[in-house]
């Protein structure tokens, strides 16, 4: 894995991100080509989890142009996913550089768990929360209107869900690594859980591209879980830091009540 020097100029650090946008682009692109001529199969794929919310409604094309740019946002879609391990892995390359060699140790480690909870995320939307949310979404239109699936949006959608809740899941490790780098301790985010929850919530309800109760509680509720188990792991892999932490905290307090009190 080509690494970076820790020290470069500013232009250098833009070069070398640009150098891993284009291995992204460049894998991303491959792949999308690749599984245009496989739109078909994945397209079925794609809407089977909801094709009993959509019932006897055909999926329908409005546009002389839908057909192909349908074949190619489920290529496109398919191929973010299909690839996410080299836009993770190009991602948590370019910071690597800025990490001590004692923090590096973590990186492999972080690929795996930050690919898997991408994963996971995913597949637990897709099996869990599209047909329920989907026919949430089709029963809102009653007896005031007939509901039809168009392909382009129908598509658009179900890839809004399954990649928001897919980055939704890295929940984990940025809770982790915000607690490492002291950006934020231990002890403030665990003080301040009810302000975490409703942070989760506000986030869920901006990440999912429907306002329906359904999904929208189900991310908010999967996003505690993995929170309050990423507070779990940070307590049990960064005690030592997080002894430190209080240490450094309970020093600061002192020093402000010995100003006050001078």
């Known amino acids: 894995m080509p690494i970076a020097p820790k020290r470069m100029p500013f232009f250098g650090h833009i070069a070398e991100l640009r150098r891993r946008l284009v291995i992204v682009a460049a894998v991303l692109v491959t792949a999308a080509v690749g599984l245009y001529f496989l739109a078909d199969p994945i397209f079925n794929w794609l809407v089977a989890p909801v094709s009993d919310a959509l019932g006897d409604r055909p999926i329908i094309a409005l546009r002389a142009f839908d057909p192909m740019m349908v074949r190619f946002k489920v290529a496109l879609w398919a ?14 390359s370019f910071f690597l550089p800025a990490l001590k060699p004692k923090e590096q140790k973590w990186f492999v480690g972080t690929f795996v768990a930050a690919v898997a909870l991408f994963l996971i995320g995913v597949g637990f939307c897709y099996w869990l929360i599209l047909p329920a949310s989907f026919a949430w979404l089709v029963d809102q239109s009653g007896s005031i209107m007939e509901f039809q699936a168009q392909a382009t949006d129908l598509i658009t959608v179900i890839a809004y869900f399954l990649i928001g809740f897919g980055v939704a899941f890295e929940t984990p490790v940025v ?18 859980w009810r302000v975490v929850w409703v942070v989760i919530v506000i986030v869920a309800s901006m990440i999912t591209p429907d306002w329906s109760p359904v999904s929208m509680g ?12 990423s507070m779990l792991l940070v307590r049990v892999l960064l005690a030592k830091k997080i002894a430190e932490q209080r240490a450094a905290d309970a020093e600061s307090d002192s020093q402000d009540e010995d100003d006050d009190e001078s």
């Open 175 to 192: 809770v982790f690594y915000l607690t490492y780098f002291g950006v934020i301790s231990y002890a403030k985010l665990r003080k301040n």
């Open 218 to 229: 189900a991310l908010s509720a999967a996003m505690v879980v993995l929170y309050e188990g």
């Open 79 to 92: 191929a973010i996913v299909l690839t996410s391990p080299v836009i993770i892995w190009q991602t948590l």
